[in-house]
């Protein structure tokens, strides 16, 4: 029963090799998604690309469902698996900045790594800006301590915080993704189209 | 037309396609190894390991690198810095097969390079900033972090698309 | 023309898709539900239950104690009270009722020692063996007889008389030894050196505690 590097299935000498395998194929898919592109990603912010969307929102709901359908059939112990912890207001704030730095630079770290290997300087630019950004927090880190271990709510899901059933709300939030993609159909045909 | 089409030839993956078959890939990493896909973790080790070869004493006095470092390990020896390292060489091998792989400055028409570079350095730092902050960035705490239904998760989410699309206006010169 | 037509199909395959989206989702829903099985099988429980490893007796855990054989833990089930009036050397205490804590886990759930249960007699400690193994803890025994069976065995060994068997003398010499070790002072023995009770100091039992997850994830 998995998670198998967890539960002494696989030794756990394994794990940085999987771990290069899952990120060569984590790489691949991205940059073949067009993810490598900053004007694609960024196009789901002014109406003419929705690839990041699409990508995101299918990739969230196909491995929710395929997680649950494990959990089901017993393959895999769900409550076994690493999940985010909640800080309310640093996910949040940084959520946030995130957001900001994400119009401005027009990648994510996941894909400037992407847009490095093939070669495109503004995103060796942006990596360098990212580290850098890393390099601030840390020296700031007296002054954002506050933020970054307060408000802490647990390693806590969604099923938890609002006593919701997994398998109702997956069903629904599939459902907003359909809809969401139509309606992103929809908007990119009203949108002036931007070639890049 | 031609030309357009040239330039602007969609040879990416359907995106639905894509979205399935990175969906795969995370619900095989938590399967195998019972965490999700991540990113920036390796520019922290990567921003850890060099104040520790520069400044060894400042980055033991600081509270945040100093939980990072341990005598017996490197910074570097850690899950994600393998996966990032992989996604560089997938990176690398996709973008070899389709011809995608030459030094350039992508940016809209309508700004040059220097403004793209300078706006490219502070959004970086922005998200570097952030992703400290909410201890994640899309691809840690949005992307897998709904793959569990983390609540976590989902509040980066939304406040990294919120904030995106309410600032998206004063930057639409870079894009569009 | 073509790509209209292309628009065309993909449209439809959108929908399909879509709609396979939706079933696999509902799917979820509309499964039975089931209550998970925590721990292991019954026929897995049986088939520990009816082993022959399942017991051990009072003469091998004495020749273990007097050996110090750091192998196993001894896990006194009774309550509190009674764990104080008496106990076997360096046994701890779990009384039966905190044994789901989580700090019993500890001792329990692991895999270095033998786990060793016993009480005044088999029942109580039965009980801890067997919700024990429904958790799927690893190396877990009993103590045959318990308590009672220590003292009818070890401390207080029945003397065999002379038409006995060789071997009941034997295990009677070996039973004597061990009870001496054990601070019993028999009167034919008392001219040897006064027995010095090493009281050993109690036990450390330093558990491994599983790794439920060590990832630190995220970016």
């Given at each position: 029963?998995g998670p198998l590097?967890?539960?002494?299935?696989?030794?756990?000498?394994?794990?940085?090799?999987?771990?290069?395998?899952i990120?060569?194929a984590?790489?691949?898919v991205?940059?073949?998604?067009?993810?490598?592109?900053?004007?694609?990603?960024?196009?789901?912010?002014?109406?003419?690309?929705?690839?990041?969307?699409?990508?995101?929102f299918t990739a969230a709901i196909v491995s929710v469902i395929g997680l649950y359908y494990m959990d089901y059939l017993g393959y895999l112990d769900i409550?076994?698996l690493?999940?985010?912890?909640?800080?309310?207001?640093?996910?949040?704030?940084?959520?946030?900045?995130?957001?900001?730095?994400?119009?401005?630079?027009?990648?994510?770290?996941?894909?400037?790594?992407?847009?490095?290997?093939?070669?495109?300087?503004?995103?060796?630019?942006?990596?360098?800006?990212?580290?850098?950004?890393?390099?601030?927090?840390?020296?700031?880190?007296?002054?954002?301590?506050?933020?970054?271990?307060?408000?802490?709510?647990?390693?806590?899901?969604?099923?938890?915080?609002?006593?919701?059933?997994p398998y109702?709300f997956i069903f629904?939030f599939s459902?907003?993704a359909?809809?969401?993609?139509?309606?992103?159909?929809?908007?990119?045909?009203?949108?002036?189209?931007?070639?890049? | 037309?031609?030309?357009?089409?040239?330039?602007?030839?969609?040879?990416?993956?359907?995106?639905y396609?894509?979205g399935f078959i990175l969906g795969i890939i995370i619900i095989f990493t938590f399967y195998v190894t019972g965490?999700g896909l991540?990113?920036?973790?390796?520019?922290?080790?990567?921003?850890?390991?060099?104040?520790?070869?520069?400044?060894?004493?400042?980055?033991?006095?600081?509270?945040?690198?100093?939980?990072?470092?341990?005598?017996?390990?490197?910074?570097?020896?850690?899950?994600?810095?393998?996966?990032?390292?992989?996604?560089?060489?997938?990176?690398?091998?996709?973008?070899?097969?389709?011809?995608?792989?030459?030094?350039?400055?992508?940016?809209?028409?309508?700004?040059?390079?220097?403004?793209?570079?300078?706006?490219?350095?502070?959004?970086?730092?922005?998200?570097?900033?952030?992703?400290?902050?909410?201890?994640?960035?899309?691809?840690?705490?949005?992307l897998s972090?709904m793959a569990v239904l983390?609540?976590?998760?989902?509040?980066?989410?939304?406040?990294?698309?919120?904030?995106?699309?309410?600032?998206?206006?004063?930057?639409?010169?870079?894009?569009? | 023309?073509?790509?209209?037509?292309?628009?065309?199909?993909?449209?439809?395959?959108?929908?399909?898709l879509?709609?396979i989206l939706v079933i696999l989702a509902g799917g979820l829903?509309?499964l039975?539900?089931?209550?998970?099985?925590?721990?292991?099988?019954?026929?897995?429980?049986?088939?520990?239950?009816?082993?022959?490893?399942?017991?051990?007796?009072?003469?091998?855990?004495?020749?273990?104690?007097?050996?110090?054989?750091?192998?196993?833990?001894?896990?006194?089930?009774?309550?509190?009270?009674?764990?104080?009036?008496?106990?076997?050397?360096?046994?701890?205490?779990?009384?039966?009722?905190?044994?789901?804590?989580?700090?019993?886990?500890?001792?329990?759930?692991?895999?270095?020692?033998?786990?060793?249960?016993?009480?005044?007699?088999?029942?109580?400690?039965?009980?801890?063996?067997?919700?024990?193994?429904?958790?799927?803890?690893?190396?877990?025994?009993?103590?045959?007889?318990?308590?009672?069976?220590?003292?009818?065995?070890?401390?207080?060994?029945?003397?065999?008389?002379?038409?006995?068997?060789?071997?009941?003398?034997?295990?009677?010499?070996?039973?004597?030894?061990?009870?001496?070790?054990?601070?019993?002072?028999?009167?034919?023995?008392?001219?040897?050196?006064?027995?010095?009770?090493?009281?050993?100091?109690?036990?450390?039992?330093?558990?491994?505690?599983?790794?439920?997850?060590?990832?630190?994830?995220?970016?």
């Amino acid at each position: 029963m998995g998670p198998l590097i967890p539960n002494h299935l696989i030794p756990i000498e394994w794990n940085s090799i999987i771990a290069i395998i899952i990120g060569i194929a984590f790489g691949f898919v991205l940059e073949a998604s067009g993810f490598s592109s900053s004007r694609k990603l960024a196009g789901v912010f002014y109406g003419y690309d929705f690839a990041v969307l699409k990508v995101f929102f299918t990739a969230a709901i196909v491995s929710v469902i395929g997680l649950y359908y494990m959990d089901y059939l017993g393959y895999l112990d769900i409550t076994q698996l690493y999940v985010h912890p909640t800080y309310l207001w640093a996910a949040i704030i940084g959520g946030v900045i995130m957001g900001v730095g994400f119009v401005a630079g027009g990648f994510c770290p996941g894909t400037s790594l992407c847009a490095v290997a093939i070669g495109k300087l503004d995103a060796w630019v942006y990596v360098g800006g990212i580290l850098l950004g890393i390099f601030m927090f840390s020296e700031l880190f007296n002054v954002i301590e506050p933020i970054y271990d307060g408000y802490f709510l647990g390693n806590i899901t969604l099923i938890d915080s609002f006593d919701w059933n997994p398998y109702w709300f997956i069903f629904i939030f599939s459902i907003i993704a359909i809809v969401a993609f139509a309606v992103a159909d929809m908007v990119r045909k009203k949108v002036k189209k931007v070639f890049y | 037309m031609d030309i357009k089409n040239q330039t602007n030839s969609h040879v990416y993956w359907n995106p639905y396609f894509g979205g399935f078959i990175l969906g795969i890939i995370i619900i095989f990493t938590f399967y195998v190894t019972g965490r999700g896909l991540g990113a920036s973790g390796a520019m922290k080790s990567s921003v850890v390991t060099l104040v520790d070869t520069v400044a060894p004493t400042h980055a033991e006095n600081n509270a945040y690198y100093s939980t990072f470092i341990s005598e017996d390990d490197s910074p570097m020896n850690t899950w994600l810095v393998y996966e990032a390292l992989g996604v560089l060489i997938g990176a690398f091998i996709s973008g070899g097969l389709n011809g995608r792989i030459r030094w350039r400055i992508q940016h809209s028409p309508k700004i040059t390079s220097q403004r793209r570079l300078v706006f490219a350095l502070l959004g970086g730092i922005l998200f570097g900033l952030g992703a400290q902050i909410a201890r994640g960035c899309t691809s840690g705490a949005a992307l897998s972090g709904m793959a569990v239904l983390s609540t976590g998760g989902f509040i980066t989410m939304l406040a990294i698309f919120g904030s995106a699309y309410a600032t998206a206006y004063f930057f639409r010169k870079n894009w569009i | 023309m073509i790509k209209k037509q292309t628009a065309k199909i993909l449209a439809f395959r959108y929908k399909i898709l879509a709609l396979i989206l939706v079933i696999l989702a509902g799917g979820l829903v509309l499964l039975p539900k089931y209550q998970k099985n925590e721990g292991i099988k019954p026929e897995q429980l049986l088939a520990n239950a009816i082993s022959l490893e399942r017991y051990i007796a009072t003469d091998q855990i004495a020749h273990k104690l007097i050996n110090q054989d750091p192998s196993f833990i001894l896990v006194d089930v009774r309550e509190e009270a009674s764990f104080k009036k008496y106990s076997l050397p360096n046994a701890i205490n779990i009384p039966l009722k905190k044994i789901l804590d989580a700090e019993s886990g500890a001792f329990l759930n692991q895999n270095q020692f033998d786990v060793v249960f016993f009480s005044n007699d088999n029942f109580e400690a039965d009980q801890a063996w067997m919700l024990c193994n429904r958790l799927d803890y690893k190396n877990l025994r009993v103590l045959k007889g318990g308590i009672n069976s220590w003292f009818k065995t070890i401390i207080n060994p029945p003397k065999p008389t002379e038409d006995m068997p060789e071997e009941a003398h034997n295990l009677y010499t070996a039973r004597k030894a061990a009870s001496m070790f054990f601070g019993v002072a028999y009167p034919d023995q008392v001219q040897t050196d006064p027995l010095e009770k090493t009281q050993t100091a109690p036990k450390q039992i330093i558990t491994v505690k599983k790794k439920k997850k060590a990832a630190e994830g995220g970016c």
